[in-house]
């Protein structure tokens, strides 16, 4: 991966080292954009493509009905979204 900024990459990285040399719990979260199209890669709505809402701490995926207007959403795990555009 090209590093634009190597001193911004180092001073992240060694944040994120003390905290799990400390024991601290550290959870990985994707980097998620609501207003962006993603595809759910697992679970039983594997497949479904829509636009990102944020629902509170919640994601949903808004599956659009372009011609009614309107859009259906549906609550998934961060961790199963990939965004549309890769592949």
């Known amino acids: 991966l090209p590093v634009m ?7 992240e ?4 080292d003390r905290a799990l040399t400390a024991g601290d719990v550290v ?5 998620i954009r609501p207003g962006r199209r993603y ?5 039983p ?5 829509g636009v990102v809402i944020r629902q509170g701490r919640r994601y949903q995926v808004c ?5 009614l207007g309107q859009c259906a959403a549906v609550e998934v795990d961060a961790d199963s ?3 549309a555009d890769q592949d």
């Open 5 to 11: 900024d190597q001193q911004q990459l180092t001073r």
């Open 13 to 16: 990285l060694v944040q994120v």
């Open 27 to 31: 959870a990985v979260f994707p980097d």
């Open 39 to 43: 595809r759910v890669t697992s679970g």
């Open 45 to 49: 709505l594997k497949g479904l493509e």
């Open 63 to 67: 599956l659009e009905i372009t011609m």
């Open 81 to 83: 979204l990939m965004a």
